[in-house]
């Protein structure tokens, strides 16, 4: 192989058109002001300290089709918003668009007066209380959930232990063998002394847990993408689109800290899902008591969760109605590509339709 020639004139144009560049789309990015994220029109329909509950509109005048109402149970450690980024990378829009009538849980931003929240506190209380809200409201026996990520794991829980309210459960991207070789995240929680995060610390900063996750691919997600982005900030929405995202990403409320130790020690630590092991409240967490539809979709190149992580739950769970949707993408790309938005929130409808 022959070595790399670099001609000094070249090396020095090209540095000097990046500065230009990067110049320019900085002084664009300095008026280009508020960065709105969540576009779709909602309403508040319930709320409890911390947490609001909303169910979306369509804004267009086509209404739901299904009769049965879908409640979107997000994870704690981001913002809801990102199933609803923007008017043309929406997850929520897509649904709506699939004829579904959606909720969504908003779990808000803990403060100390949270510090003892247990997942107990946000399964059997907290998501018991909005599927109940959402049940009266329609006078239904049973509705359906739909998990992202943590928010699946939650999901999982709460559709074990009450198996009576869920007509569908729908899970995506979301972790239920957290000890799976290809886990990176994993293997770094598996080290942690929790009980001294949390006995130090109280409520887990946000920043703390946003760090963990970009280290885990540091030169892509901290480096590399800041270095391509240059090349599209003369292009307004580009560049508004590469905010949007930045806003959501570091948008990391704390971790309310007996969830937070609990959620580390039963799920990864001690693997609990898989091994029978999680309690909460009183109620044994026992996935084989899942027996309703059960839709679990997952992201082939997911660095947070793998697809073995994801795909173990066809094992675990006692429903003879188990589909599997793979999403050619990663973790976040399932919500906000153009190619998730085409097949995913319509593969939702359709296997809902069939459902109802």
């Not at 299904?66 to 829009?93: F, T, W």
């Not at 957290?178 to 990176?184: G, K, M, Q, S, V």
């Not at 887990?204 to 997600?221: D, S, V």
């Amino acid at each position: 192989m022959s070595p790399v020639q670099l001609r000094p004139d070249r090396v020095t144009q090209e540095m000097l058109n990046y500065a230009r560049k990067l110049g320019d789309g900085l002084a664009k990015l300095s008026k280009m002001g508020p960065i709105e994220a969540g576009v779709t029109p909602k309403q508040l329909v319930y709320q409890e300290d911390k947490l609001s509950l909303y169910r979306y509109r369509s804004p267009t005048k086509s209404g739901s089709r299904n009769p049965i109402p879908v409640i979107i149970v997000y994870a704690l450690v981001n913002r809801p918003y990102m199933a609803d980024l923007q008017e043309n990378r929406s997850m929520v829009r897509g649904l709506l668009g699939a004829g579904l009538d959606v909720y969504l849980i908003d779990w808000g931003y803990p403060d100390r007066a949270d510090r003892f929240l247990t997942l107990d506190d946000y399964i059997n209380g907290y998501l018991d209380r909005c599927v109940d809200v959402v049940r009266h409201r329609h006078d239904l026996n049973a509705i359906n959930l739909l998990g992202i990520c943590q928010g699946g794991a939650f999901s999982l829980c709460y559709a074990a232990m009450h198996p009576k309210k869920i007509k569908n459960l729908i899970t995506m991207v979301t972790p239920v063998d957290f000890r799976t070789d290809d886990n990176l995240l994993s293997r770094w929680v598996q080290e942690i002394d929790v009980d001294l995060a949390v006995d130090t610390l109280g409520n887990i900063p946000g920043e703390l847990l946003n760090w963990t996750f970009l280290t885990l691919k540091p030169f892509r997600l901290m480096s590399q993408k800041y270095i391509d982005t240059v090349d599209v900030l003369d292009d307004e929405k580009a560049a508004k689109n590469f905010m949007r995202m930045e806003k959501w990403i570091f948008d990391s409320p704390d971790q309310a800290g007996e969830a937070f130790r609990e959620f580390v020690k039963f799920f990864f630590q001690q693997n609990g899902l898989v091994r029978d092991l999680i309690n909460l409240g009183g109620r044994d967490v026992r996935l084989r008591n899942i027996k309703m539809p059960v839709l679990n979709i997952y992201a082939k190149q997911d660095h947070l969760v793998p697809p073995a992580a994801s795909t173990a739950l066809r094992r675990l769970v006692g429903s003879r109605d188990y589909s599997e949707l793979e999403f050619a993408g990663g973790h976040i790309g399932i919500y906000v590509s153009g190619k998730a938005q085409q097949q995913v929130p319509p593969s939702i409808g359709d296997w809902l339709d069939r459902r109802s």
